[in-house]
């Protein structure tokens, strides 16, 4: 089995930021990638950012480039998503998601992809003030 958990969120000013992490435990053998996803109150889920194990790789959705940024320490088996320049729309639950084995086909078509990936954590909400 595998445990995500998710911590670092909180309530913010506008323009101000919070750092998210995701501590895996449980199954031993390395992630492929790791994802953050998010919902809002009567919205669907959204992909936010995505990383390989390596880290050579990482996608980040429009509304978030330039001001988010995924990192990982895989030491420490933790993805981290650093969040500046935040908005009230970016106010939702934050989830962060596993990926174990290979997934065919392009990073880049699939990295977003909340169905692709094999576990989730419970969730941090982050909360945006204006």
């Known amino acids: 089995q595998v445990q995500l958990a998710e911590s670092g969120g909180g309530l913010v000013q506008a323009g101000g930021s919070l750092k998210l992490s995701c501590a895996r435990s449980g199954r031993s053998f390395r992630s492929y990638a790791m994802g953050w996803f998010r919902q809002a109150p009567g919205k669907e889920r959204e992909f936010v950012a995505a990383i390989t194990w390596t880290g050579d790789r990482t996608k980040s959705a429009d509304s978030v480039k330039g001001r988010f940024t995924i990192s990982r320490d895989n030491a420490k088996n933790t993805v981290y998503l650093q969040m500046n320049s935040l908005k009230p729309e970016d106010t939702a639950v934050y989830y962060c998601?596993?990926?174990?084995?290979?997934?065919?086909?392009?990073?880049?078509?699939?990295?977003?992809?909340?169905?692709?990936?094999?576990?989730w954590g419970q969730g941090t909400q982050v909360t945006v003030s204006s």
């Open positions: 998601a596993v990926r174990f084995a290979v997934v065919p086909g392009r990073w880049e078509e699939w990295a977003g992809d909340g169905d692709k990936y094999d576990y």
